[in-house]
């Protein structure tokens, strides 16, 4: 198994481009999240997704926006990108339910934008 | 809504130097509590997991935490640590199935 996949690992964005950071999964979980990782900040959830076709929004989701279509893939769309999205993010999944708490993440992507 | 306080930002310790990560969280029913670990330029791991029963619970690497309910606390311990463990660490909860929140993190630095 792969695990949680990430791509890609680093980018440079001009402000007001957009991008989609692809995620995808071979575990056969429900569960699949995008958090944005800040130094000193901890994570923040952005969005995330409890079955395909499902999504909701967390704590930081303005500028962002996803799409699930299938159970492995959780895409994550930057719309104008701005410096304050400069960051790292991870996805990540997890079982549903009670085992919610017990995320496999993926490698990251370091995004800049300038 | 839960929210999750790390008590350091920054740790540095000499190897074989006992550890003890605070961490507290707010929420009045009952949780699930975790600590996950990331090495340097790593992506984040699970370290351990609390559900229910014996508040001690043993994770990875010779890792545990105890859970007070009364002090809204699950502390992270370890009896002498390794350069190895120099990483961030951090605590999280979840209440029943709502999502996890996480923590601002603990830098550990351990110096050989």
């Known amino acids: 198994n792969a695990g949680v996949t990430q791509t890609p690992k680093f980018r440079i964005l001009k402000i007001g481009q957009s991008m989609t950071l692809q995620c995808t999964q071979d575990?056969?979980?429900?569960?699949m999240y995008w958090y944005r990782q800040d130094p000193g900040m901890g994570l923040k959830l952005i969005y995330y997704?409890?079955?395909?076709?499902?999504?909701d929004k967390g704590e930081v989701p303005n500028g962002y926006n996803v799409s699930r279509s299938t159970t492995e893939d959780f895409p994550l769309r930057l719309e104008l990108a701005a410096p304050s999205q400069t960051s790292v993010y991870f996805c990540?999944?997890?079982?549903?339910?009670?085992?919610?708490?017990?995320?496999?993440f993926g490698e990251g992507s370091r995004l800049t934008v300038l | 809504a839960q929210s999750v306080s790390q008590h350091n930002h920054h740790v540095i310790l000499s190897e074989a130097a006992s550890l003890e990560l605070g961490c507290n969280y707010s929420?009045?029913?009952?949780?699930?509590l975790f600590w996950y670990v990331q090495y340097p330029g790593q992506h984040l791991q699970l370290l351990l997991k609390?559900?229910?029963?014996?508040?001690l619970v043993k994770g990875i690497k010779g890792f545990e935490a105890e859970f007070i309910k009364s002090k809204f606390s699950f502390n992270l311990r370890k009896p002498s640590v390794q350069w190895s463990d120099t990483a961030e660490y951090f605590c999280?909860?979840?209440?029943?199935?709502?999502?996890?929140?996480f923590g601002k993190g603990t830098m550990l630095l351990v110096s050989p």
């Open positions: 990540a999944s997890s079982y549903p339910g009670g085992r919610s708490g017990e995320l496999f």
């Open positions: 575990m056969n979980h429900n569960y």
């Open positions: 997704s409890v079955g395909a076709g499902i999504t």
């Open positions: 929420y009045g029913g009952t949780v699930n």
């Open positions: 609390y559900f229910s029963g014996d508040p």
């Open positions: 999280a909860v979840n209440a029943g199935y709502s999502t996890l929140t």
